[in-house]
């Protein structure tokens, strides 16, 4: 099966480097993850937000990780549900999209997703709590259910 969905957009959320590490809960890798996002998702607030990766395991009740500080905040301490590891819910935090209806859609979801990122922007960084574009996530449920 070829794929050639879009996968990424020309904002910020996209363009911006991350790093990979190893969260010690699950042994699966995550993302580096902006202050501002950490910041954004916390309910109780921390003396620094430096350092945080994001763990999208849907096993792994980490949401961030910082492992040379050894904190690991759980999805008891964010502030909102994480689609992504509940394996329903909100995928696309800028646009209301959810896990649900990108698996009726599909492909659809996706595109009105690009073109309302073209016209409108996108917010990644302080919506989605990966603090990152949602369209990757978007192409592996898509796959996901084409498989
Ligand atoms: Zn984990």
Known sequence: MM???????????CSSKVKEDICK????????VKEITVKQFLKRPLSQYKG?????NPDCDVVYFNNEKYIYLKKEDINTKVG?????GLICYCFGY????????????????NKKIKSLGC???????SGRCCLS????????EVI
């Open 123 to 129: 917010e990644c960084e302080i919506k989605n709590p």
């Open 3 to 13: 794929f050639n969905l879009k996968v990424s957009c020309s904002d910020s959320c």
């Open 98 to 113: 959810t896990i649900e209806q990108t698996k009726e859609h599909g492909e659809k979801v996706l595109d009105e997703i």
């Open 52 to 56: 945080f990766y994001f763990c999208k």
């Open 84 to 88: 992504i590891k509940e394996g329903s």
């Open 25 to 32: 809960v699950c042994g699966q890798k995550g993302h580096s």
């Open 137 to 144: 996530d978007i192409r592996e449920v898509i796959k996901s």
